[in-house]
């Protein structure tokens, strides 16, 4: 039987424990990861489309709001000009390859979450050590983005569905960095077969924390939009997500690293002296079955 009440408990009282603390090795991932792709962006072309966009806004604020063609042609060859050059390339790779780095350090705190939850302290050690299987990692996050893209051009349903089919792939692939990310694909539907409504509860229940984080970084993000300047306004919104999600964003993934090891068999941590027995990960129908299930 899944507890969810009990993973979440066990999830809570890591946040602050460890060699480092939980919440400072969220810190550590957060800085090289969200504040990395901050700031390479602000390099980038879409930094300079941001600042246009509002410049635009405030010139049709001050000409009694209307649009003319003329002023959206003018708009749009001042967006297209900022795509030009050699600099623009250069500063394009590199968010393509920030992105592929942040999926690398992603599944390293993955396994920190995991071994969290298996009762080891690993400390920052697992958040930059799994660059020697890049490119499976990589290919897995390309091939679950390109699978569920296709379901959701049936619906937007079938696309969350298939969000939730393939979460566990990153999990398995680490448990096991011999098999292919389609391994890896083929194994998460049969894992999450019958169990898609647990985990998709299980993170609905923090829905009210994740309100109260947007909150808070919309209201940061307003005092900082005050300064008149773009780049200072992001610069303060990620501020905000970092001291929000060093806490949150633990939270959340040492409980889906929790939920993960239930489905391999681990039982939920007991709560008032509560037993479950361990539950077989690849059973019952797949998605080729019953792809509701």
Known sequence: MYNRAAIKKQAK????????????????????????VTIISQLSPFARV???????VQFVGMSGGEITEGMMNAMTQEILSTFQGVGASVALLLLLLAGFYTSVVSIGYRSYCVSRMR?????????????????????????????????SMLFVIPGIVAAYRYSMAPYILLDNPEISPLEAIRRSKKMMAGHKGELFVTELSFFGWGLLAG????????????????????????????????FLTCYIMLTVAGFYNFLLGNSAPPVEERHFEPTDPFGGKTFDDDWIK
């Open 50 to 56: 941001t600042a246009v966009m509002d410049e635009w």
């Open 119 to 151: 009762g080891e302290d690993p400390g920052t050690q697992p958040l930059f050590s799994k660059f020697g299987m890049a490119a499976k990692v990589i290919l897995l996050d390309i091939l679950t983005f390109v699978f569920i893209y296709l379901w």
């Open 13 to 36: 009282g890591l946040v602050m424990t460890g060699n480092p603390a939980a919440w400072i090795v969220t810190l550590i991932y957060l800085i090289a990861t969200n504040w990395v």
């Open 215 to 246: 909150i808070v970084e919309s209201i940061v993000g307003r005092i900082f939009s005050a300064f008149g300047s773009s780049t200072v306004t992001v610069i303060g919104e990620t501020l905000a997500s970092t001291a929000v999600g060093m």
